[in-house]
């Protein structure tokens, strides 16, 4: 559980944290500002954004479960049977890990209007959420220490559902499209990933990092070429970013 948490925790960390950060300083001004229509585009783009980065990091995860943990902690006293019920404790994890990526966003709309009780107090009720899940799991089936991993993916899941109808609440989210942008990120990611297994199982004989720099490489061109077909907003907001920066540098 705790190497398949690390594995979690770097996609949250690179993209959802990262896009929170730097989105909530524009979320406070707007809110002090009362600014309501541009706190509520700026708060859908920002998720979009995780979205657009968050689903294929999952979709990927899950497709190279294996060959990622052996190319990280396959060394020394972590065999080949660690790295299994490691990928297998990651899987549990995995559905969880979009729910977690947005909720962070969520909170720091929350912050950024000044409420920081709201989010303590959904923290009790996902608390909840795991041991209704986790102790039955557990205690009751043999899926064991599968039952407190998707236990936790119940509390992320629960925290983000509960965070999200608490805000929707005061801050109606609605026309803004994030369910078209979900939809069109859940194809894109599952079409990648799809096509990354393939990869990885034609290279099996490959070393595992091979098999994650091919089909990983592979998985990101696929998804972007997806992304660019299927139109999502995100991808364009961030190609533009990237265009106005490259057109703002200067000439040798």
Not at 152 to 179: D, E, F, K, V, Y
Request: charged share 10%.
């Amino acid at each position: 559980m705790r190497f398949a948490t690390t594995l979690i925790q770097f996609p949250l960390g690179l993209v959802a944290s990262a896009v929170a950060l730097a989105v909530l300083p524009t979320l406070s001004r707007q809110s002090a500002a009362g600014d309501e229509p541009a706190f509520r585009a700026t708060l859908a783009m920002g998720l979009k954004i995780v979205l657009l980065l968050i689903l294929p990091a999952t979709a990927g995860l899950a497709a190279l479960s294996q060959p990622i943990t052996a190319t990280l902690f396959e060394r020394g006293a972590f065999g080949a049977e660690d790295t299994a019920i490691t990928a297998l404790a990651l899987l549990g994890y995995l559905p969880g890990l979009p729910a977690a990526a947005i909720d962070q966003m969520l909170l720091f709309a929350f912050y950024a209007r000044k409420n920081t009780l709201t989010p303590n107090l959904i923290q009790g009720a996902a608390i909840l959420c795991y041991l209704a899940v986790a102790v039955p799991l557990a205690e009751w089936t043999s899926l064991g220490f599968l039952g407190l991993v998707l236990g936790n993916s119940a509390q992320w899941i629960g925290h983000a559902i509960i965070t999200a109808w608490l805000l929707q609440r005061s801050l109606p989210l609605g026309g803004l499209r994030l369910g078209e942008a979900t939809a069109k990120g859940v194809i894109a990611s599952g079409i990648m990933a799809l096509a990354v297994s393939g990869i990885a199982t034609l290279g099996q004989s490959w070393p595992p990092l091979a098999q994650v720099a091919v089909a990983g490489s592979a998985g990101i061109a696929i998804y972007t070429l997806l992304a660019i077909a299927l139109r999502l907003e995100a991808a364009t907001f961030l190609l533009n970013i990237i265009r106005a920066r490259l057109g703002r540098m200067p000439s040798s």
